[in-house]
């Protein structure tokens, strides 16, 4: 089989304007529950994309850990070559894509670093080899092999055992959004796209895109 001829006729669900909530954050919520209902492998898995100083696009799968009227957030270093992207070029897009319900949600906005106390109470409620992971790795860089990175995560269990802190340079990020699109796939291609765009008074504009 040719890859052009790969394809899938999404059939499973329909979305109209009446469908959805007033806001973004509301919607997305009950999208984000049917897909925990519908055992959707990682849910809150999303692809992160931001754009470097010379103009170029990147895209990695990280994992939102908070939403709520505020924003979507999640956590990483900011040494990281993502991190570097969001210091010279604050704005960001996300996207989720949950497969089994034939679905999309695509969001962008601008970025926002989460406060000190929030980094700090995340950090200590994650499990204790992500704690140390975040002190061994210097996410991004290079490493001669395996063995040196496992090298510097003993370092890491040896000076601080069970209690290892939270670096300066981890920490959350929020990305406060303008736009939000959810996206049901539909037969031949004849897509549903209802997308919220924020207005000058603080609301959101709720319109139909053509697939």
Known sequence: MSVADIRTDYKKASL???D?????????????DQALKADVAEPNAMTLSTVNPEGRPS?????????????????????????????????????????????????????????DAENDAYFNNRPLGS??????????????????????LAAVIAEFGDNPPRPAHWGGYRLIPDHVEFWQGRSSRLHDRIIYASDENGGWKISRLQP
Do not use: C, M
């Open 16 to 18: 109209a304007e009446s």
């Open 20 to 32: 959805v909530t007033d806001d973004p954050y509301s919607q997305f919520a009950n999208w984000f």
């Open 59 to 115: 895209s990695r799968i990280v994992l939102i850990k908070e939403f709520d009227e505020r924003g979507f957030s999640w956590f990483t270093n900011y040494d990281s070559a993502k991190g570097q992207d969001l210091e010279s070029n604050p704005h960001a897009a996300l996207l989720f894509f949950w497969i089994p319900l034939e679905r999309q949600v695509r969001i962008e906005g601008r970025i926002e670093k989460l406060s």
């Open 131 to 152: 704690r140390q992971s975040a002190l061994a790795s210097q996410q991004s860089q290079p490493i001669a092999d395996r063995a040196e990175l496992e090298q510097k």
